[in-house]
């Protein structure tokens, strides 16, 4: 590496050369020029050497891949954090290990108001149930617990945490010895919340910046709201982010728009839109997605939050504000509900308009033929997690206990959203599932059903350049020259074209098909390794050593 004093009065300039550029200006590029902010040139080494003598500093990638940065499209900032920083029960593997982590946590933190902890999942213990009131009591030694399941959608809590906030025991939701869902379960989460210092705040999502961007990501969507986190936790979030020092943040604020006046409210607070989790349902984990028929496993449909006169307002005011739209659907029952909200808005205001605000809508699951072919007309953008499939797909997948095979088998349908032209945005909804894009990509190819896999090319697409498009931005998420300097750098192995398919051949390394190779992403294979990453020129991630 060989650097040169810069001149103050003209942008900064870096040449990377000797390595793998994934672009799609130059399928055979080794080599990129960044100036400032923004990628100047990609080509082949030998063109490099004209730029060698005339740029601040030349990186020698030895072999490296380069890639744009991932866009991670639904996260929980500081939830994120608090699970990096505290205690998570996804590594429990029964009931009793998880009470145990509960008590050691409770020991390490003896000055906190509330405990807090996230990620169980009894479906994956053989008690097959959540800890009980009195067992959370006992090993907390009765103070205030917040303990969300691995979806968020539900909570266990101490009779101590419930005592702090009056009135819960009448709201919807409330149920004595189970996990609380709905009014109480928002209820009890900001008070939990509400405890925490700005300093415990900043550090969790400062340690969740930094683990994202460890992980090759640039940007992430924040999808924050009243019910979820608060507008001081969203405004410090983006103000943190501001600070240029980690990935870029896209702020969502899940809130009902009825006027152009909540419209402006919405936008004064920094967000993009009024969308992320701005819940139609809840979840399939917590019995709480709505449905058309019962589930399998319990004698209701789930939890309607919305109906398709809200989604119809809600949607119709955010157009008409230039305001980006969007709700958290998973049921069938709830994407219809929002699908035809989104037409009656499209009645009212005009389909072109509804069209081109890019409203969105998150996981997505349970699509029908209809609401796949209304996401198409509406061209509504589909944020999905194809972890999600991972961790619950399959035939013996919480999914299937939830719904039976049948109707387990028609969830997350990649590759037919992607034949009728919806745009795709990948995430990973951390905590719910962790940050961890290229095992991302990996889930959306080898999809538990496999006719719902799609390619490694267009599932890497979806994680870049998809979450770039998502808010509206079309220049970004590419390594060509004029597009953002948003980019990481890996170690990876060869370089392959990947499918989902086993019955075509699956990968090819011969150059002559002008597409860029991706790493192989077969399940046996380790994922590549991010040694930087580098958001708007600044370098927000190095690996030490490397």
């Known amino acids: 590496m060989s650097e040169r004093i810069p001149d103050p009065a003209r942008p900064r300039t870096v040449l990377l050369r000797g390595g793998e550029v994934h672009s799609p200006a130059d399928p055979f590029a080794t080599a990129m020029v960044v100036e400032g902010d923004s990628i100047a040139w990609v080509g082949e080494e030998g063109a490099a050497d004209s730029f060698a003598d005339g740029v601040d ?9 380069v890639t744009p940065a991932f866009t991670d499209a639904h996260v929980h900032t500081t939830a994120t954090g608090l699970a990096l920083t505290g205690l998570d029960l996804a590594p429990a593997t029964r009931l009793a290990d998880a009470l145990a982590r509960v008590r050691a946590h409770a020991a390490a933190r003896p000055h906190d108001r509330v405990l807090l902890g996230h990620g169980w999942d009894a479906t994956a213990w053989p008690e097959g149930r959540p800890p009980s009131r009195a067992e959370l009591d006992e090993a ?11 979806d968020v959608h539900s909570a266990v809590v101490t009779t101590a945490l419930l005592d702090l906030v009056p009135g819960l025991r009448d709201l919807p939701g409330f149920h004595a ?36 961007a460890s992980l090759g990501i640039g940007s992430v969507h924040e999808c924050a709201g009243p019910e979820i986190s608060g507008e001081d936790d969203f405004t410090a979030l983006l103000a943190l982010a501001a600070e240029g020092n980690g990935p870029r943040v896209v702020g969502y604020w899940a809130e009902l728009v009825a006027s152009a006046k909540e419209a ?20 399939l984990g917590s019995h709480t997605a709505h449905l058309h028929a019962p589930y399998a496993d319990a004698g209701h449909t789930g939890t309607a939050h919305l109906d398709a006169e809200a989604v119809a307002t809600h949607v119709a005011h955010c157009t008409e504000a230039g305001l980006q739209a969007g709700f958290h659907a998973i049921g069938d029952a709830a994407l219809t509900t929002v699908t035809d909200g989104v037409r009656a808005a499209a009645d009212r205001v005009g389909l072109a308009r509804v069209r081109a605000a890019r409203h969105r809508v998150e996981h997505a699951e349970m699509l ?12 509504l953008t589909a944020s999905v997690q194809p972890a999600f499939d991972a961790a ?9 206990a939830r719904l039976g095979a049948d109707r387990a088998r028609t969830l997350n349908p990649y590759a037919a959203l992607l034949k009728a032209g919806v745009p ?48 509206g931005r079309d220049d970004a998420g590419v390594l060509v020259p004029g597009a953002p300097a948003d ?10 074209v990947q499918t989902p398919d086993e019955r075509v051949e699956r990968w090819s390394t011969d150059p002559r098909s002008g597409t860029p190779g991706l790493p192989d992403l077969s399940p046996d294979r380790p994922l590549p390794v991010c040694l930087a990453t580098v958001v708007a020129g600044r370098t927000v991630f190095a690996r030490p050593n490397e």
Do not use: C, K, N
């Open 368 to 379: 029908t033929e209809r609401t796949l072919a209304a996401f198409a007309d509406l061209a």
């Open 57 to 65: 500093e030349v990186v020698h990638l030895d072999g490296a891949l």
């Open 424 to 471: 795709l945005a990948l995430g990973s909804d951390s905590p719910v599932t962790p940050l961890d894009p290229w095992g991302t990509i990996r889930a959306a190819v080898f999809h538990r059903t496999r006719a719902h896999g799609i390619s490694a090319r267009a599932a890497f697409t979806a994680h870049t350049r998809g979450g770039w498009r998502a808010i």
């Open 140 to 150: 907390t030694g009765g103070r205030p617990l917040y303990l969300t399941r691995v």
């Open 264 to 283: 402006d409210r919405i936008r004064e607070l920094g967000a993009l839109g009024a969308a992320g989790d701005l819940f139609a349902d809840g979840s």
């Open 177 to 212: 010895d189970a996990p609380l869902t709905g009014d109480a379960h928002h209820a009890v989460r900001q008070t939990a919340y509400a405890t925490l210092t700005p300093a415990q705040r900043a550090d969790a999502q400062r340690a969740a910046l930094a683990r994202a």
């Open 487 to 496: 980019y990481a750098v890996w170690r990876a192995g060869d370089l392959v």
């Open 392 to 400: 619950w797909g399959g035939t013996e997948g919480m999914y299937a």
